[in-house]
Structure formats: structure tokens, C-alpha cells
């Protein structure tokens, strides 16, 4: 089991995953960029959907921070094509999974959620983080208020979520949905 939802097309579907955080600015649209670029390198980018969202409008329509497009940058990744949106209630039916950066996140955007299947479909991004130790704290931390360094230690959190969420998607992608397997 992938962890991750069923698809809603069904298998063979692309699979539609939307990451969320409070702006979509930091956290967010550097998971994004970073789950698109090892999504390309396993060859499974044309089988996955991404988008990214916050749950404040405060942003709509601006670039990534400064400071998160500084690191991808210096990382090797582009993070020039981002927008910021806001979640609203119809990205339910356009996504087959909402991972979130934070358990703020999680309740906001489980509170927007139309039934108990879209409420099931909000995870948490690190519970794909492989290197995430035992009791230790499940958010991505915000890294806004702080200083580059902040942004950094998001981007290690984020790459090695990114590694784990890679292989939950590919297992996702070639297991039969409960239908197929009837």
C-alpha cells in the first residue's frame, strides 16, 4: 500500500496531487518544484499531476519568496514559473490527494472538505518523509519569518519527502484500484 488515495479516474488516470500550505510563496511551491524535477528523473512525470495552493489569499498571483527561489536556484532547480493561488473548495474534486505542510494546514483545509472521501484525501506531506525519526515533529516548518538558513532546512525536509513520495506515487501508479481488483 502506497499511502496515498486511489486515484479518481481510476487506474491508468494521471494521478492529480495538490501540495498546501498558508501562502503558497515558501513551502509549498518548493515541494512543487522539487517533487516535478524527481518526478521527471523517474520517468514518471507525464503519470502525475501537480499543483500548489495556500489557504490564505494574501499572495494570489505573486512569485515564490525570494528567499525559497534563492535556494531552489542555487539547488539547480528553476523556480521561476510559480504563482501563488488559494485552495478553495473545488480543489477537492480536481485532486486525488491534498498533502499539507503542517497540522494548521491539515485542519483548514479538512474543514473546506465537501465528504468524508475529500476529508480522507488530505495527508500530510511528511508522512511520506523516509528520513523522519519517531516522535519528531510532522510539519514542514514555515521558514517566512526567519532567515535563509530557515528556507534551507526546508529544502533538506523537502527533497527527502520528495525521494519517499516518489516511491508511494510509483507504487500508487501500478497497484489495481479496489474496482479493477474485483
Do not use: K
Not at 13 to 26: E, H, K, Q, T
Not at 63 to 91: F, I, K, V
Amino acid at each position: 500500500m502506497s499511502g496515498l488515495p486511489a486515484p479518481r479516474g481510476g487506474h491508468g488516470s494521471p494521478y492529480r496531487l495538490a501540495l498546501v500550505c498558508l501562502g503558497n510563496i515558501c513551502r509549498s511551491p518548493m515541494a512543487e518544484v522539487v517533487l516535478a524535477d524527481r518526478l521527471e528523473a523517474a520517468g514518471l512525470a507525464d503519470r502525475v499531476r501537480l499543483s500548489s495552493a495556500g489557504t490564505g489569499g494574501w499572495h494570489v498571483g505573486d512569485p515564490m519568496d525570494e528567499r525559497a527561489a534563492t535556494t531552489l536556484a542555487d539547488a539547480g532547480y528553476d523556480p521561476t514559473r510559480h504563482r501563488a493561488r488559494q485552495l478553495d473548495g473545488s480543489w477537492f474534486a480536481a485532486h486525488d490527494a491534498l498533502l499539507v505542510m503542517d497540522a494548521d494546514n491539515l485542519r483548514e483545509v479538512s474543514a473546506l472538505a465537501p465528504t468524508d472521501d475529500d476529508r480522507a484525501r488530505v495527508l500530510l506531506f511528511r508522512t511520506f518523509d523516509p528520513g523522519r525519526g519517531s516522535g519528531e515533529d510532522i510539519d514542514v516548518p514555515d521558514p517566512y519569518f526567519g532567515g535563509a538558513d530557515g528556507f534551507a532546512r526546508v529544502l533538506t525536509v523537502v527533497e527527502r519527502t520528495a525521494d519517499g513520495l516518489v516511491d508511494a506515487l510509483r507504487s500508487r501508479l501500478t497497484a489495481p484500484t479496489a474496482a479493477e481488483a474485483d
